[in-house]
């Protein structure tokens, strides 16, 4: 019986963890949510259909640029199409932390890839260093995993909720750079990862490539520029390795 309540105990404080460690990127995401909520009815779409987009699609990034497409009357291949291209990083983080969660029934681990959102995978990525105030003990990490993906969910959804009612209260509301929360969001994860030569490479060139390929339509910009920082940091990383191989050798 000890046991059992030595377990739950456990799941608890998982899950308790991933709901704070989830509060610094709500906040950042807030405005975002907000924002799509005043945007989404002035680009075509219904009450309804907004907040079905964030209930069920539940990706941010994504959800602005189908607006963008809808906005143009862009055909609904070119929607799809644009839309898997963007969302290509998520197979990414999804190759990443299968070796974690394969163990787990089929049933959750749909539920989790639903919710694997930048901000859940960078939130994951820090549950599982060496260094994580919970330790090395991994068995319930898919409780702070559930707990970070369930509050930005709530969050997201009740943003988009609270800004189709302010958009029909405040006028303009788009036009407040609200947009700005979310790229300091994402600045805010990927810093914490800067600790190596490696990591900074990487960092750098996608930040170049980026700027130097914005020109590309449908955000394949995006997906170049990770391609090399990718290929950046793990060229880095590399040579380091062969450097101390070397030196061993002397």
């Not at 987009?53 to 994504?62: H, N, P, T, Y």
């Not at 969302?87 to 029934?105: D, E, I, S």
């Not at 993906?149 to 407040?176: E, K």
């Not at 810093?191 to 700027?211: D, G, Q, R």
């Amino acid at each position: 019986m000890e046991n059992i309540i030595n377990h739950q105990q456990l799941k608890k404080a998982e899950m308790k963890a991933g709901c704070k460690a989830a509060i610094p990127l709500i906040i950042g995401g807030i405005p975002f949510g907000i924002l799509f909520g005043t945007l989404a009815p002035t680009s075509g779409l219904s009450v309804w259909a907004t907040m079905a987009m964030s209930l069920f699609v539940f990706a941010g990034s994504a959800q602005f640029i189908v607006l963008a497409l809808i906005a143009v009357q862009a055909p609904l291949e070119i929607i799809l199409l644009t839309t898997f291209v963007v969302n290509l990083r998520h197979l990414l983080y999804a190759t990443a932390l299968v070796p974690r969660v394969a163990h787990l029934p089929i049933a959750l681990r749909a539920f989790l890839a639903f919710g694997l959102t930048d901000e859940t995978f960078a939130n994951m990525s820090q549950r599982y260093q060496p260094d994580s105030p919970l330790g090395n003990d991994h068995r319930y990490a898919h409780f702070f995993y559930i707990g970070s993906l369930l509050s930005f969910y709530i969050a997201w959804s009740s943003a988009t909720a609270l800004g189709l009612v302010l958009g029909n209260i405040i006028p303009d509301m788009t036009s407040w750079g609200l947009e700005f929360a979310m790229s300091v969001t994402f600045i805010g994860m990927v810093v914490p990862y800067i600790n190596s030569k490696a990591m900074l490479s990487a960092t750098c060139s996608a930040a170049i490539a980026s700027l130097s390929f914005s020109y590309l339509p449908n955000k394949l910009g995006l997906i170049i520029s990770a391609l090399i920082g990718v290929a950046a940091g793990l060229s880095v990383m590399r040579m380091q390795k062969m450097s101390i191989n070397k030196e061993k050798k002397i």
